[in-house]
């Protein structure tokens, strides 16, 4: 089983930056899906990003459309860590941001009024790091 740690996470002013990490742990964490989900007090998780498995798929990447040119995924298969890199950050974007690996290679998406990731297609997740942006 992939063992997971965020962090990375802060308060910091809208427009500024923050990047985090996910360091990965366990044989199959290469083969894995790595996504980044967030959850904002009162509301659902919902996904934010997601990145394929370099070793065993292409490596394609999920981004969430309010995050789309904002929010950049990444993962440093040396390093066992996924980073999801936050530019323009706005007070909307505050949450608890987790990553989690999904169980298998692919980011898994489903058709809605956008595309969007699933917590259920997800088996291990990290303790989560908070972000928070001030106006």
């Known amino acids: 089983q992939v063992q997971l740690v965020e962090s990375g996470g802060g308060l910091v002013q809208a427009g500024d930056s923050l990047r985090l990490s996910c360091a990965a742990s366990?044989?199959?964490?290469?083969?894995?899906?790595i996504g980044w989900f967030r959850q904002a007090p009162g509301k659902e998780r919902e996904g934010v990003s997601c990145?394929?498995?370099?070793?065993?798929?292409?490596?394609?990447?999920y981004y969430r459309d309010s995050v789309k040119g904002r929010f950049t995924i990444s993962r440093d298969n040396a390093e066992n860590t996924v980073y999801l890199q936050m530019n323009s950050l706005k007070p909307e974007d505050t949450a608890v941001y987790y990553c989690?690996?999904?169980?298998?290679?692919?980011?898994?998406?489903?058709?809605?009024?956008?595309?969007?990731?699933?917590?259920?297609?997800?088996?291990?997740w990290g303790q989560g790091a908070q972000v928070t942006v001030s106006s």
């Open positions: 366990g044989k199959t964490s290469d083969y894995n899906a």
């Open positions: 989690a690996a999904e169980h298998g290679s692919f980011c898994r998406t489903y058709s809605g009024s956008n595309y969007y990731l699933s917590v259920y297609d997800y088996g291990s």
């Open positions: 990145i394929s498995s370099t070793t065993n798929s292409d490596g394609r990447t």
